[in-house]
């Protein structure tokens, strides 16, 4: 299985600031027949289901603000929030689905400093 | 509007069996692979199943393999997760969440989810 690891487990930001997450998988996930990175992030806040925000490593869901941004290819990728917002605090999640058996980081915590 | 929603957990012994179901509507069911992730408590997300939109392809996460099955019927828009021989680490909350379109695999709809609780 590919392993997906992320970092920082948790983090706190000040209301406006940056937040930053990285993510880096035991294997590329990036496929050579279409050039893509088969990379997912999701956020997840209390009481609710995960909600998609970026595939392709860096193309953001329909509906999903500007400030949040991904990058990265291959083994390294990264989550932006470029400017944070109260609604922002959630848990956020990477995941490859370069294989079909999909993994998941084990999630970093963004908190309002 | 997409919508998924899970039924059928509850509380369960060690040892017992347990039918999740998750009722699609919105989208043409039959058109989509799904997925089963469950979320133990306070925990982070945990793919189990996978099923493809003809349920010619089924996959299997090694905790789950052998003791549960997931099926659909696409005449009712439905996904099925039939969990046997439970344990108390099988406790989770149980999504189901469909495989977006055009190439991209990622999920891009998840249901609410539903609590199975293993404990005597």
């Known amino acids: 299985d590919i392993v997906m690891t992320q970092s920082p487990d948790s983090l706190a930001v000040s209301l406006g600031e940056r937040a930053t997450i990285n993510c880096k998988s035991s294997q590329s996930v990036l496929y050579s027949s279409n050039n893509k990175n088969h990379l997912a992030w999701y956020q997840q806040k209390p009481g609710q289901p995960p909600k998609l925000l970026i595939y392709w490593a860096s193309t953001r869901e329909s509906g999903v603000p500007d400030r949040f941004s991904g990058s990265g290819s291959g083994t390294d990728f990264t989550l932006t929030i470029s400017s944070l917002q109260a609604e922002d605090v959630a848990v956020y999640y990477c995941q490859q689905y370069y294989s079909i058996l999909v993994t998941f980081g084990r999630g970093t915590k963004v908190e309002i400093k | 509007e997409v919508q998924l929603v899970e039924s059928g957990g509850s509380l369960v012994q060690p040892g017992g069996s347990l039918r999740l179901s998750c009722a699609a509507s919105?989208?043409?069911?039959?058109?989509?692979?799904m997925n089963w992730v469950r979320q133990a408590p306070g925990k982070g997300l945990e793919w189990i199943s996978y099923i493809s939109g003809s349920h010619s392809n089924i996959f299997y996460a090694d905790s789950v393999k052998g003791r549960f099955t997931i099926s659909r019927d696409n005449t009712k828009s439905s996904l099925f997760l039939q969990m046997n021989s439970l344990r108390a680490e099988d406790t989770a909350v149980y999504y189901c969440a469909r495989v977006a379109n055009g190439g991209n695999r990622a999920f891009d709809y998840w249901g609410q989810g539903t609590l199975v609780t293993v404990s005597s």
């Open positions: 919105g989208f043409a069911f039959r058109s989509y692979e």
